[in-house]
Each structure stands twice: as C-alpha cells, then as structure tokens.
C-alpha cells in the first residue's frame, strides 16, 4: 500500500501474560483502514492472543488497545464494533442459517427492523454465493458453506475490523485455494479492514497487503508480502516465508553499508543487511532456490561452487534439484521450465555448478 | 443423655441406646408405612461359620431356623442359647404388618419356619390353608392350663390348635399432659377426638393402619371397634375427614415427634406407651373407656416351613418361662403365661400400662377376621388419607 | 454369521432382560387388573371391569400426584440449573470433580436415611426453632406439601443436576464468545445460546425426574406424615394393606397410561420447543 492509510486500530507496547507465561510482548502495530493484515507464525507465537485482544476476549495486562483512535482495553467483546470468524466458525447450531446471520443485527440497541434485517441477511447471503439458503439447519451445510455463512455472520454488521482466526484451517486444500481468492475480493468489494491469522505461509502471501510476523510473543518483521519475501530480517522470517537454502557464514568486515562475510567453503560474499552486524558475528546466509542457476560449465558469475546432483524432483513449471556441496552442504534448486529446455535435463550423480547473480544473497541474523 | 457430671459409665450409656434403639422404632407399622416392609433384617446368626459351635453333637434338626416376626420383639440372648443348645441358627425377618405377612405367605415360598400373626388373623391362615395344626408332644413347655384363656384362644379354631400365645397388648393413646394448661387428662375416644380438632390441633397423630384408626373413630360414637356396618362407618368417615386437617400426621411411627414435642397426642401401643412414659413421665398412657382394641400375639407355623423340627424347637424353648421372662423383661410387652409371670419382678406386674386394670381391659375388643379383610374399611382409610 | 444374527446376538440379553423384567410383569399386572379381589384378599381370576370402574375413588391420589409430579419437576429443576451452569461454565476445572461427587455423594446413602433427616430439619426443634428465635412463630413445616416438595427437590436434584451439567459442559464456550462477538450482552447469551442449547439436558433431566415421582411414595409418606397421598402411596396400601390386587393392579395399568399420555406429549412439546437435531436423550 504506497497511499497513506488512516489508522484504524493499534496496539500500543501490549503485553499480555496469563499467569507465568508471557503470550504477547510490546506489541506496536499499527493497522490501516482498509487494508488486508495477517499475523503469521507458528502456534504459539502470540498471533491469537494478539487477535483476541483486538476482540475483546482478552484485556492486555500492560499497553493499549485503539480502535478508532480510542483506548478500549474496557471495552468488553458486545460493545466492540469488531466481529470474528472462528477457527471452527462457532455457528449456532440451534438456529437456521438466517437466524446464524441475522444474530448480531437482532442484538443492537434501538432494534433494527424485521424488514431491514431481512434485506441485509438475504444481501449478505448473496454476497457469500449462498443466496437462498436462509432457512437450510446449520447441519445441512458442507464446510465450506459453514465457512461462507460464518463470513456472512461477520459482515452483516459491517463492523471496523473483521477478525479471521485460522478461518480455512478446516478446509481442504482445493477449496482453501478458492476461498482465499473469494476473501481477498470481498475485502476490495466490502472495503472492511480484514485482520487474519494464520500458520500458512501461502495463505498469508497470497491475501495480505501487509504481513506480521510473529516468534514467541513478539513481532519480528511487519511489512509487504514482497518485502517480507526479498528482505526478511532474521533467518526465521526467511524460513517462514518462502523457502530458503541457509548456509553459516563468520562477518571478516564490516562497512557502513556493506559487509563481507565468509562462508565455510572459504568464498567471501558481500551483501547488505537489514540490521547492524559487527565483524566476527557468527550469520546466517540465505539464498532463495529459484534464484541459483544450474549449470554443466564454470560460470562467470563471482562465486561459483560445485555441486553433485542429489535427486530431482519433476513439478511442472520447475523442477527441483537437491545438489550437494562438499563444504557447504545442499543446496534446493528450482529451474524452471525454460532454463531446462536450454542446459537439458541434470541426472543423478552429475557433476554441475551452482551460481547467482548479485544481491540474491541476503545476510540475515542467525 | 448426659447427666449433671457430664460423663456416664458404660452399662449407662448402653442402656440409654438400648432405649434410644427401641424409641426410635416402633413396634409394628413402621416398616409397613415406608413400604419396606420385605427388608430382611439378619442377625448375626446368619453366617453359620462364625458360629460357635455347639457344645454338644446336635444337629438333629438342621442348622437353621427361619423367624418372620416384628421389630425389637426378641432378646437376642435367648437366640443365641438356643443356637449354643441345639446348633440351629435364628435367621431373623422383620416384617410390618400382619397384612404384609399375610401377603408374602398368599405369595407361596416364604421360607418361614416360624412367624408371629396376631389374633385375628388366624382363622384367615385356617381357612387360606396357609398354616399347620400343631403338634403339643413336640411343645413339652407349652400349657394351655397357664395362660390366661382370652390371650390363647384364638390360637385354636374349631377345637385344633394353630397357634400359642406370645405376648399381648392394647391400643389407646399416648398424650403429653404437659400441654393441658392444666385440664385433667383425658380418659376417653370422644376427648381423643374434641381435643384433636380444638387445643390440640395439628399436634395429633393417628395411625396408618385402618382397624385402629377406624376401630377408634368409631368408639367416638360407642359403636363397636370391629364394626363394618355402613352407617356407622359413614359416621366415623365424617369423624376422621373433619379432624384430618388438625392431624399432625397419619403415621405409626410416632415415637420421635412425641418425644420431640412436634406431636402432643397419638393413638398408642402398649410398649410405645409405656416406653415413651418411662423417658418423659409426662406422656400419660390412656385407655379409652369406651373401649378400643386388645391384641394377642402367637407363634405359628407356616404350611411347607423347611426347617420343621427347628420350628417347633425354637417354639417350645421360647415358651421356657425363663426364656420367657426375659423375653418379656426385654422388650417390655405383656406375657400370658402364669408361669412366666411368676418370674417377673413385681413392678412390672403391677405397671398400669402394661397391666390395665380390670374395667378398663374389660371393655376392649380383639380385632376381628371380618374387620381385617373388609374392603369398605380399607376404601374409608384411603378416602381419609387422600383428602 | 450374518449381519442379521450378529444384530440380534446384540439385543438378546437387554430383550431377555425386558421381557423378563418387564414385559411379562406388565401382563401380569394387565391380566390382575380384569380380577376380583380374593376374600382374604390376594386375586381371583375374573373378567371384569369393576377395577376400572372403580378408578374414580382414587383420584385424588391421581390429582395430588399430577399437582406435585411437576411442580417437583420444575422446583428441583429451578435449583438444579444454576447448579449446573455453575459447575459446567463457571467452576475452575480444579474444583469440578470434587464438587461433583459432592453432588453424587447422598445416592450412597438410602433415601430411607435421608429422608429422615429432613424429619428433624424441618420439625419442630430444626428450622421453625431457628426462625422462631429471630421472631417468625409459629411455622409448621414438617407434615405439608411443602415438606414433601423439599424432600423430592432433595433426593431427585442429581438426577436434574446431571444431564443438565453434561449438556452444558460438552456446550462449545467459542458459542459464547461468538454470541458475545456479535453484540450479545451476557445475559442475552444465556438466554438465546445457552439456554436453548441445554434443553436436551433440561428435557433429559425433567423427564427422569418426573417419571420417578410419578410412583414416588417413600417421601410423601414420611416427610408427608401419611397426608400428602401420591398414586404410589395408594399402591402401597392396596398391595400391602388391603391386599386388593385386583384393583392395584387396575390403579397401575391406569398409572402406566398415564404416564406413557403424559411423556409422550412432554417429548412432542420439547421437540418442538427445542428444534434439535439430537433428540431427547437419556445423557
């Protein structure tokens, strides 16, 4: 998002301990109106708690939470104009699919209208491509419908941030796909700031205009897909975005925007990192696989080392190589599908070199 | 139950609940009211094993001996000199009422040796054919000469004998005079009656049981005790129906509210009353002068009882005088027997309760067969206490 | 074996069981109920429709029956459900189970036993005594309809506590955060979540409770002091006292009816009211 967005909620140095654990960690998050955020991270990382919070289910023991530029740490869950979608969309199993999603307007103080709350259910109905199926029992619905009406629940209200929690961790692999695409238009078309959280790497690339990530209660890196992709800060966020390979590597020099560092087949490499590192620090390297070129010459690229063919894995586009290097160890490489078609086809047991072009290799916090 | 030294000695405190035990359970419909009536009690004679054994061979007539009887009617002593004497075991069974008894033996396969129906309802297992005719050469201690003859007659019918006397009682009230505000006591039905629906209201009991309540009703109106004509029982149905809202329960177990003070007044045996008088000397036992009921006791024994030799064993040695006397000293009811009579301490003898004098025991009627089983009684009974 | 075979394998001891234990009683007591009573009572065969005719003689056993069947139903359920949501939703799992066999611990004692003791509660020296030291005279308690419905509260309240406490534990509490979620206050929670959700329990609860007092006579007969006559206590005269078999057993074929009319448009209404997918069941 290069327009500067209006803040619609915060987090301001949250912390959030239940009793000896500390589950959240000065959080300071910023959110903007409209926009499509996720905390990403393993479970465990803080990311629900951090979300709960913004629901209200949970008060921070220490910081603020803004909505609207509002402190709400009071503020219970029923007089937040936050609405959620739940892992496993905690639908009302007593009532018909109508009456799931007409929930929330029936409960607001002076009553709306039968008439109205009919035409806003049946148009978010249509919405989530379930129109008609108002008076079906919630048993009756597949998964993937539950998930459409626990969306339809949501946004009834047209509420200032809509809160998915792991929303297509139940779903299979085929339909997670096509929701993603069907969340990603409903929040350009509602225009409803979307706040996910989620463990799946692709989920979050593939839908976010921003991502946090998240380790062991605190942010580790807020920033763009692209960003978080081309420019992680620590070798945990180039692992949990994407796939990398990592290599140790010792600091020999270090400059005010460029340092070189050694790796362990002797090779010196420079690159400029994200944060501050000192010579002598202990780093990590990393190098995403689509990035290294397969090759049977030497190439003329500043490093070039040699490899032996592993394995290889056939996947369309790309195919996937393991390729062993005496001193560094493995190395995933991706070759797509035109680079094959000109070097050929890498068997088992071939001998070949790995190279890659300037800047590809990113220094990274071990 | 302490007294002013705060402590008491062992045999104290044993007598205490010994008399605690017999309070708090009523002689006969307890069991009955509650429904329960088919729970066995066993004694610690049960388990043949941990017996000791005979000090003689014996067991000539088996190692057991099966007694349906009543609540707290035994000294347990005497069981255990029979079982050291003859090897046979007292397997004891509580039962309620006669109704209950009669019910079980209709039912066939009671495994009764031995049983205790009261008078009246002898002719009934005459005539069901539920009982057999005695044989006196196998009761060396029974005497028919030492009982006093309208405690033992209704042991025979048509000249056989059935039965023999046990022990026998009356049925009057029990009223703590405390609560008077010094009026005389009462001595009749009618004062029973008055005081239940005026000073005394919602502090009566009377019994559960429909020969006693209405048989008592109807003394109100000096109709007789047994009667089952309609017009009298209409009489006595009004009676019951009017003072059923002053009642403080319809219950035989009235032992514990009377000593409580929840309850004033109520319809009375003879061992509750003068159990009750011992313990509180203001609760006064009072025989109705219009009359009421006298009951006797017997030891019979059913048709097909298992264990024959060991029934009549068992009730030739408690008709032993001096087990006799300690039966009687133990539980606190009247003997017939002369002979077990002549061993008994002179206070007892002379205790008015137990031993009403002649005028009062006069006007008492035995319940009768009739009054048992007539079905107009019964209906009356729960027409009362369902209103 | 066949599918079939194995079927019936399955349901041969509980279909012995009933035919056994209830079936063939139930004839037996269908059968008694065309006889006459024998003269010293017991039965005689007959046909006849006498019993039956004579079945108005104890209504008020039926009517006081009917009154306090529900009206114990309902008591013991108005202090059954809080009970229950505290345990299930409320208490700190640490406490639950100590708590709940709190709740179990008075089955192991007999009802006999139990119900004595509220004789001395309510009697004169228990609470009319304490509340007449702080002023309030002359209360009886013991011996009412009142006491009757306090000793049935008592000795039924884990029969109502459980299913209730079962259908609210295995209640997803993300229902409540949702509800909360969607603007709901708390108590508006209970009432559309919560509460609907337990009737399956509520209902389970009701109904065992209810049929067992339907033939309840042991607590009316002892905390009623003989006044308070349930269909239960006429049963019991009537077999025990009476011996009239013959009309008992009319009294409970008409009871069984009864109660079969009664339950079947207990589980129609809640059906209805409920509009579950599981059905009324027994936990």
């Known amino acids: 998002m290069s327009v500067p967005m209006q803040t619609i909620a915060e987090l301001r140095g949250v912390t959030k301990t239940f009793g000896n654990v500390v589950a959240a960690k000065d959080l300071n998050l910023s959110i903007g109106k409209g926009e499509f955020l996720s905390f990403l991270g393993p479970s465990g990382c803080g990311k629900t708690t951090a979300l709960r919070m913004l629901a209200g289910f949970e008060k921070p023991t220490e910081g603020q939470v803004l909505l609207d530029g509002e402190v709400v740490n009071d503020l219970d869950a029923h007089h937040r104009p936050v609405n959620m979608v739940f892992q496993h969309y905690a639908l009302f199993p007593h009532l018909s699919v109508f009456d799931n999603i007409a929930y929330g307007l029936r409960q607001q103080r002076p009553r709306v209208d039968k008439q109205k709350i009919a035409t806003k259910v049946e148009q978010a109905l249509e919405t989530v491509r379930l129109g008609g199926f108002g008076p079906r029992r919630i048993w009756e619905m597949s998964g993937g419908q539950q998930q459409r009406v626990a969306l339809a629940r949501a946004i009834v209200n047209e509420p200032k941030l809509l809160l998915l929690d792991e929303p297509m961790a139940a779903l299979d692999r085929k339909l997670r796909k096509e929701m993603q695409f069907e969340l990603q238009n409903l929040q350009r078309q509602l225009g409803i700031t979307f706040v996910l959280v989620t463990h799946d790497q692709e989920e979050a690339l593939s839908m976010s205009d921003r991502i946090c990530v998240m380790e062991g209660g605190s942010i580790v890196q807020v920033g763009s897909p692209r960003e978080l992709y081309d420019m992680p800060r620590s070798r945990y966020v180039a692992g949990f975005v994407g796939t990398s390979n990592f290599f140790d590597a010792t600091v020999t020099d270090s400059a005010a925007d460029q340092i070189t560092v050694r ?27 689509e990035q290294i070129t397969l090759t049977r010459a030497l190439p003329t690229a500043e490093i070039a080392l040699p490899v032996t063919i ?29 680079a094959e078609l000109n070097e050929g086809t890498f068997n088992a047991g071939e001998q070949a070199f790995v190279s890659w072009g300037e800047g590809a290799l990113l220094i990274l916090e071990k | 139950m302490t007294k002013d030294n705060g402590t008491i000695s062992k045999q104290k405190f044993m007598e205490e609940l010994r008399r605690y035990q017999k309070g708090s359970v009523t002689r006969r419909h307890f069991l009955g009211v509650t429904g329960l009536g088919m729970a066995t009690a066993v004694l610690g004679t049960a388990i043949p094993g941990l017996r000791p054994r005979p000090a003689f061979a014996a ?3 088996g190692d057991r001996v099966i007694l349906a ?11 255990e000199a029979f079982t050291e004497a003859t090897g046979a075991h007292v397997q004891v069974n509580v039962f309620g009422s006669n109704e209950e008894m009669l019910a079980k033996l209709q039912a066939g396969g009671s495994g009764w040796d031995v049983f205790v129906p009261t008078n009246y309802t002898i002719t009934t297992y005459v005539g069901e054919d539920l009982i057999i005719p005695l044989d006196t050469s196998k009761l060396p201690n029974y005497d028919a000469g030492s009982f006093e003859q309208r405690f033992s007659d209704a042991g025979s019918v048509d000249g056989q004998l059935y039965a023999v006397p046990k022990n026998w009682g009356t049925t009057g009230f029990a009223v703590n005079t405390s609560k008077l505000d010094g009026a005389p006591t009462p001595t009749t039905w009618k004062e029973f009656w008055d005081l239940t629906m005026e000073g005394y209201s919602g502090r009566t009991m009377v019994h559960d049981y429909q020969l006693t309540t209405i048989g008592n009703a109807l003394k109100y ?18 009676l019951l129906l009017d003072a059923k809202p002053h009642l403080f329960a319809i219950s035989s177990d009235y032992q514990p509210p009377m000593r409580n003070g929840d309850a004033w007044m109520t319809m009375c045996w003879t061992g509750d009353g003068k159990q009750m008088n011992v313990d509180m000397p203001e609760i006064a036992y009072v025989l109705g002068t219009e009359g009421g009921e006298l009951w006797s006791d017997y030891y019979a024994i059913p048709k097909g009882a298992p264990h024959m030799d060991a029934a009549y064993a068992l009730i030739d040695f408690l008709l032993n005088p001096e087990v006799n006397a300690k039966e009687v000293l133990a539980h606190g009811y009247p003997s017939a027997d002369a002979r077990t009579n002549a061993l008994l301490p002179k206070e007892l003898l002379e205790d008015p309760i137990l031993y009403p004098a002649a005028d009062l025991l006069n006007a008492l009627e035995f319940g009768a067969a009739a ?17 | 074996m066949t599918e079939r075979g194995r079927k019936a394998l399955l349901l041969a001891p509980a279909g012995i069981w009933l035919l056994v234990m209830l079936a063939l009683p139930l004839l037996v007591v269908f059968v008694f109920s065309f006889g006459e009573r024998g003269a010293a009572g017991g039965y005689v065969p007959a046909f006849t429709l006498e019993q039956y005719a004579n079945l108005p003689a104890r209504w008020t056993a039926f009517k006081n029956t009917l009154i306090l069947a529900p009206l114990g139903t309902i008591a013991a359920l108005v202090i059954a459900y809080p009970l229950a949501y505290f345990l299930a939703v409320r208490c700190s799992p640490k406490w639950r189970t100590s708590l709940l066999i709190l709740v179990i611990v008075p089955f192991w004692t007999s009802i006999l036993i139990r119900s004595y003791a509220w004789i001395f509660i309510l009697g004169g020296r228990g609470l009319p005594a304490l509340l007449e030291s702080i002023g309030i005279d002359d209360i009886r308690l013991i011996n009412t309809p009142f006491a009757v419905l306090v000793g049935i509260v008592y000795g039924y309240l884990p029969l109502m506590v459980f299913p209730i406490f079962v259908s609210l534990d295995k209640l997803d509490k993300r229902l409540l ?70 009309y008992g057993s009319a ?26 997918r599981e059905d009324v069941s027994l936990m």
């Open chain 2, 69 to 79: 009887t009543w609540p707290n009617y035994h000294d347990e002593m005497n069981f």
């Open chain 3, 177 to 246: 955060e949702a509800s909360a979620d969607l603007g709901s206050t708390p108590w508006r929670t209970f009432r559309q979540v919560t509460l609907p959700l337990s009737v399956p329990g509520i209902a389970t609860g009701c109904m065992l409770v209810f049929i067992l007092l339907m033939g309840e006579f042991l607590i009316p007969a002892i905390l009623g002091g003989g006044k308070v006559f349930f269909v239960g206590n006429a049963l019991v005269d009537l077999f025990l006292q009476s011996r009239n078999w013959a």
């Open chain 2, 221 to 238: 109106f000096g109709y007789s005790f047994n009667s089952v004509d309609e017009k009298e029982l209409a009489d006595a149905e009004k």
């Open chain 2, 59 to 61: 067991g000539d007539i």
């Open chain 1, 263 to 289: 790796l362990a087949s002797g090779q010196k490499v420079h690159g400029t990192p994200e944060i501050p590192i000192d010579a002598g620090q202990e780093v990590c390297v990393s190098i995403r696989p």
């Open chain 2, 371 to 387: 009054t048992l089983t007539d079905p107009n009684r019964a209906e009356l009974l729960a027409r009362f206490k369902s209103a």
């Open chain 3, 251 to 276: 009294v409970a074929m008409t009871l069984v009816v009864v109660m079969l009319v009664t339950v079947s448009i207990y589980m129609k209404f809640i059906s209805r009211l409920g509009g579950q």
């Open chain 1, 310 to 338: 592993q394995n290889r894995i056939f996947l369309g586009e790309h195919t996937e190589y393991l390729a062993r290097n005496e001193a560094l160890g493995d190395f995933h490489v991706l070759v797509p599908r035109q």
